[in-house]
Structure formats: structure tokens, C-alpha cells
């Protein structure tokens, strides 16, 4: 299948430059002109997507030749241009911090890199960091830059005439507060959390348009294969899944797998429910249980449903915030000690800092598990654990713990990287972690 279609990177020199904030406010500023916008988030993010997914109304998915695989990433960005008349990709760090970077995805596609650069206390050097991204790798070409929080029409007049020969400004966003989203310790604020997120889009698209950024960056040819249907391996299994503002880090193609393998998903909140739906296995994703921490210990009834389901040994697969739900105690920002579930004994609680970033797998006989893991909460428990994923980059290991239909870890898995293996968690069959010097089942 192939496709042709504008499209564009957006990237920046590094993290904090606004590439965020510019990406969604070019979706909501095509989609105001009628244009059907799709927006892809390059790499494991959870919070990006969803401000992504309100500024373009349309489903945000993951690209990472590694996490997600090479074919992967050809077959969303082809399946999406098919009905789509833009395209834009929002990049992760630095254009090409990582491995694989955001250059990789953009050399992988053929799409353009567009930068944000934040031009704050920046004259004539603009263009010497313009130059260094644009002649770093001559497979990634750079031919336009936006300037981001200008301070005058002269200043971006200056930053223009910085520009060498080749490399154009597309345009110059002046500092301003529509241009802003708040954020805290993972990231964004979760986009629900944003009664306003709507007017502060509006707010923000208009500011582009009004510095010329509405015109649709170069078509890019685009070429992949349809993939194979997963086999349907969880026909018939009920799953319900945690998701509200304590648990809502959920990527859509792990919903879309399980779906595709059978499964009838059902969600539930453990914040304001009183009862969990019927259901074979369960999943509690990741999130901010340390912000509602109170009211998660206050709903008893949903805790001794959840309890229930444990000491039946049902499956039960608890990712980073799930899994500080299941220890006997969550300890929050404030010092506050929060009774939780009891599965697991110890405590969790938040540090002042980050503990644990990177890329990681999950090796075992039934398939290689891709993700992550990114959390600032450090575990304590007597429980040890049956695996360990392996590190790709970032930070050491995460442990795995599985008892009964228990599977418990800080780590985020990305379930089209091994549907045998997922399939398997929420049945509830055990798996056998594989050695280092065993080969990986990718």
C-alpha cells in the first residue's frame, strides 16, 4: 500500500524548546480549517498523546522503530494517510537524542524535520543551531525552522537574517500564554484534567495563524504492508481495565490487540466506582494513584472487589501505578502514608526525584515484551521477583513479581511486541524469563 501526503516532524534541539504545545496547535489550527489532522507521538509517551488526541479529534499512536518495530511505524503512518490530509509526528528530546532518535524515524519515513528552536536570549546563534541540526546527518534534511517565544517582530527579523542559504524560517511565535500547558512531575497535565483545553487550543492555533504557519508542509510518498491479524488467542476473555484520573497511562494499540485477539474489554473506575465489572482478568495500568491516593484508600468497596479477584488467583497484570497500588502502603509527595490494596507487602513512595528512565524488554519463552520504564516512586517489598527485564537504555533493570494470577511491575509493556506473551499474562499462564545467554524470542 502506498500514500502521499504533506507531512512533517516536529522536533526541536532538545527538551523544553515547546515542540509539544506547537504540534497540538498546528493540529487544532488545520482541523479548524476543515482538514482531517493525524498526530503520532515518537516514542513511549503516555501524556503527549492525549493533549494530541483533543487538538486533532482523531486516535494519537506511538512510532518507534525499536518499542514498536520498523513495519509497525510504515503501516500506521501509510493506514492513516489513506483519509487523512495531514500528517504531523511529534518528536521526543532532541532530534537526535536516543537510539533510535527522532531522526531515525524521520530518515526511516522520508519526512522532513521541521525544528522548534526556542529563540529566548538568542540573536545570530539561531542560525548556527539551525546549521548544526541541518548539516549533522545528510540523511535527515532540515530546510525550515520555527522560531519559538520571539520577543519582537525585530527579533525574529534578526533571527531570519541569521539563517544561512538553504534553510528558510517558516515562522516566528511570539511568547505568549496560549502557547503554554501546564505540566508536573511525569509531564503534561493528563488532557481530562483540563477544563479549558479546548479555548487554550483555539487560543493557541490562532497565534500560529496569525505568524503564517497555516500553510501544509511538502507531500511525502509513504510505502508499507498490511500486517497479519494477531491469531485470537483471548477469545472470549473479559477484561476489565482501570482507567480514570488515578490510571489512565494506556496506549491504544494495546487496547486495539486485545481486541483484535478477542478479548472484551470493560473499564472501571477505582476513584468512583463501587463494584467491578464481570470480568476473567484484570489490568491496572499506570498513572498518578499518588495524587488520589486518599480517595483510593476511601473506596473500600472497589479495593475488596479487586482483593477478591486476587485471592481467586485470577489474572491480574499491574503496570508502574498499578503496581503502587498493590503494595500494603503508598506513601505520597506530603509524607501521607495511604493504606492500598495489601497483594504485595511493602510501601511505595515518592521520592524528590526521578528513579528509573529507559527503554526495556521483557525476555521469556513466549516473546519479547518492548516498553519502558519512567517513574518517581521507589518500591520496598520482601516479595522477589520471577524475572528481570533487560536494559536498553536508560537506567537499571525493573524487577517482575508474579504470584498467583499476579504479574506486578514498574515497567511499561507494549503489547503488539509480543502478543503471545500478553495473551498468556491475562489467561493466566505462566511464562519462563529467559537467561542473558539465552536468544531473544523478539
Known amino acids: ?73 510504515r503501516w500506521r503512518l501509510v493506514e492513516a494517510a489513506q483519509d487523512a490530509d495531514l500528517i504531523l509526528v511529534e518528536g521526543s528530546m532532541g532530534l537526535f537524542d536516543g537510539d533510535p532518535s527522532s531522526a531515525d524515524l524521520a530518515r526511516l519515513m522520508g519526512i522532513p524535520a521541521l525544528p522548534v528552536i526556542d529563540a529566548r536570549g538568542m540573536a545570530q546563534t539561531f542560525g548556527a543551531v539551525a546549521l548544526g541540526l541541518a548539516s549533522f546527518h545528510p540523511e535527515v534534511p532540515v530546510r525550515q525552522v520555527i522560531a519559538n517565544r520571539i520577543g519582537s ?89 482501570a482507567r480514570d484520573a488515578a490510571f489512565s497511562f494506556i496506549y491504544r494499540a494495546n487496547l486495539d490487540l486485545l481486541q483484535a485477539m478477542g478479548a472484551e474489554l470493560s473499564f472501571f473506575s477505582p476513584l468512583t466506582d463501587r463494584a467491578l465489572p464481570d470480568a476473567d482478568a484484570l489490568w491496572l495500568p499506570g498513572g498518578y494513584p499518588e495524587l488520589h491516593a486518599a480517595a483510593l484508600a476511601a473506596n473500600q468497596p472497589v479495593l475488596g472487589a479487586v482483593r477478591n479477584h486476587y485471592l481467586a488467583e485470577k489474572p491480574m497484570l499491574a503496570e508502574c501505578g498499578g503496581l503502587m497500588a498493590c503494595v500494603e502502603e503508598l506513601m505520597d509527595h506530603d509524607g501521607q502514608v495511604h493504606k492500598m490494596l495489601g497483594l504485595m507487602p511493602g510501601r511505595a513512595s515518592m521520592a524528590g526525584r526521578l528513579q528509573a528512565l529507559g527503554l526495556q524488554s521483557l525476555n521469556t519463552d513466549q516473546g519479547q515484551l518492548r516498553g519502558h520504564t519512567y517513574h518517581h516512586s521507589r518500591l520496598e517489598t520482601g516479595w522477589q521477583p520471577l524475572a528481570r527485564t533487560r536494559k536498553v537504555a536508560g537506567t537499571e533493570a525493573e524487577p517482575v513479581y508474579c504470584r498467583g494470577g499476579l504479574v506486578a511491575s514498574y515497567f511499561h509493556g507494549y503489547f503488539p511486541s509480543a502478543p503471545e506473551l500478553v495473551a498468556g499474562i491475562f489467561r493466566g499462564q505462566a511464562f519462563r524469563p529467559l537467561t542473558d545467554k539465552e536468544p531473544d524470542h523478539a
Request: charged letters at 25%.
Open 153 to 241: 517582530r525585530r527579533h525574529g527579523e534578526m533571527l531570519r537574517d541569521s539563517l544561512p542559504e538553504g534553510i528558510e524560517l517558516l515562522g516566528a511565535i511570539p511568547r505568549n500564554d496560549a502557547m503554554s500547558i501546564p505540566d508536573r512531575h511525569l509531564g503534561l497535565i493528563q488532557a481530562g484534567e483540563l477544563e479549558d483545553l479546548d479555548q487554550r487550543l483555539d487560543a493557541a492555533a490562532e497565534v500560529l495563524a496569525e505568524v503564517g504557519l497555516d500553510g501544509l508542509p511538502l507531500p511525502v510518498t509513504m510505502e508499507a504492508e498490511k500486517p497479519a491479524a494477531p491469531p485470537a488467542l483471548l477469545n472470549g476473555v473479559r477484561i476489565a481495565i
Open 1 to 73: 500500500m502506498k500514500a502521499t501526503i504533506p507531512a512533517a516532524m516536529i522536533t526541536a534541539p532538545g527538551s523544553g524548546q515547546g515542540k509539544s504545545m506547537v504540534t497540538a496547535a498546528l493540529a487544532r489550527l488545520h482541523r479548524n480549517a476543515g482538514r482531517k489532522v493525524r498526530v503520532f507521538k515518537h516514542g513511549p509517551d503516555y501524556l503527549d498523546p492525549m493533549v494530541l488526541e483533543v487538538a486533532s479529534g482523531q486516535p494519537v499512536y506511538q512510532l518507534h522503530p525499536w518499542m514498536t518495530g520498523e513495519a509497525e511505524c
